[in-house]
């Protein structure tokens, strides 16, 4: 009896995901106007979004290049201090 019932389970175990696969790929919901249309404004409104942010990134001058304030306190590469 415990052979069978381990069989059972097996036999289950290995189908299930191959029951699974048998299914098409999952149905859309259908949307009412009224979704269609916030999720249109919700697209709308990120596109705004992205084009401002994008135009104040181009107003905005080129970053300088890296100062180092401890440059003049420390000692030179090649060995030598100045007076």
Do not use: C
Not at 27 to 52: G, M, N, V
């Amino acid at each position: 009896m415990r052979t069978f019932l381990a069989a059972m389970i097996a036999a289950m175990v290995l189908t299930q995901s191959a029951f699974a696969q048998q299914h098409g790929p999952p149905q859309k919901p259908q949307l009412t106007d009224e979704q269609k249309a916030r999720i249109q404004d919700k697209q709308s409104f990120e596109k705004d979004t992205d084009e401002a942010y994008k135009s104040t990134l181009k107003k905005m001058p080129d970053a300088k290049q890296n100062i180092d304030p401890w440059g003049n306190l420390r000692a030179p590469a090649d060995g030598s201090r100045g007076k």
